[in-house]
């Protein structure tokens, strides 16, 4: 769970894959740019940079289903499962984005 800048509200984590990530960027606005809050073997906890979204998000390196950061609490767990890119279907003119720069973006989040 966490609280959406924008709303209030809590909501669920989204994850996503790292692929993902590099071509469509944060899975509510498709911003690019994150800080990442925190790193756990597989799965990075990023947080979009975009101030009109601000909103939480996880990264799943490919090849992996699960997060294995803890988005609930201690007593409701919730370890969000990966979800196809949110974004994925309407961003096709993404697509030539420069995956190079992507990458250094989320070398710099470290
Ligand atoms: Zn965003």
């Known amino acids: 769970m966490a609280m ?9 984590v ?3 894959s790292v692929t993902d990530w590099f071509r469509y960027g944060c899975p509510h606005c498709g911003h690019l740019e994150a800080q990442r809050t ?3 073997s597989i799965a990075s906890r990023l947080v979009c940079a975009n ?8 990264t799943i390196n490919d090849g992996n289903n699960i997060s294995m950061i803890n988005f609930g609490t201690k007593e409701e767990p919730y ?10 279907g309407d961003a ?3 697509s030539s984005r420069d995956e190079e720069i992507a990458l250094r973006h989320y070398v710099n989040c470290l």
């Open 4 to 12: 959406s800048a924008k709303t209030g509200k809590t909501e669920r």
């Open 14 to 16: 989204i994850a996503i």
């Open 38 to 40: 925190l790193s756990v």
């Open 51 to 58: 101030p009109d979204c601000g909103r939480t998000y996880c």
């Open 79 to 88: 370890y969000p499962e990966l979800l196809e890119h949110p974004l994925a």
């Open 92 to 94: 096709s003119d993404r």
